[in-house]
């Protein structure tokens, strides 16, 4: 099994060995007046994600550089953009199996939380850099304007208008215009129901998108029918 993953836009040049993901549950138990016990079922919290990740210092032949970073310096001047920005950024992580088998991918908003660097010396000039990462969901009120319509029948109407940001709608049957925040793996859930049709997005639009982790919005996408 071959992995890419992904940090904002970076993709590592060699994958972590392990990537284990926490999915720390909220429920709280309480005891009745009879002393029974019961759980109080509360929302699943954030994912909490770590990493220890290896960047070479030397030209390895298993190590995949793509351009988006250019040396360790490079990928710890990043990290400590992220760290600063207060931002969300994506977190990615493409399986392919055998025959580029397309396995389920991870793809999550996250945060940097915190990152260790360390100078090992059974890794020889290469860096160890252990990363600490939480998912991050979209959270924010959300402003509804009524006007009032009058129509035929002398009947007036509340006809709703949204002043929330206009998401990304499909142009018409077969085409769909990429917005901030958009990656193949959310446009295909959304649109084909299974994000793990992203390749598809991907292999229709391989004349519009050179990296399909790097999508800008504006772009006017082909659909699979």
Partial sequence: MAYEVYLDDIRLPIPPEKIPISYPGQNKTANLINGEEINLVRPAGLAEISLDVVFPQ????AAVWDGS???AEDFLDHLQDLKESKTPFEFI??????????SFDTNLDVTLEDYKVSDD???GLDLTVSISLKEYRNYGTKIMN????????????AAEESGTERK?????????TVVSGDSLWKIAKQLLGNGNRWQELYDLNRD????PNLIHPGQ???IPS
């Fill in 58 to 61: 030397m030209d390895y032949p």
């Fill in 168 to 176: 990304g709608e499909p142009e018409n049957a077969g085409s769909y």
């Fill in 93 to 102: 992580v493409i399986r392919d199996g055998p025959g580029r088998f397309s």
């Fill in 208 to 211: 519009k998108i050179s990296n």
């Fill in 121 to 123: 010396v059974k890794e």
């Fill in 220 to 222: 006017v996408l082909t």
């Fill in 69 to 71: 970073v250019d040396n």
């Fill in 146 to 157: 009524f006007v009032l319509v009058e129509d035929q029948a002398g009947t007036v109407q």
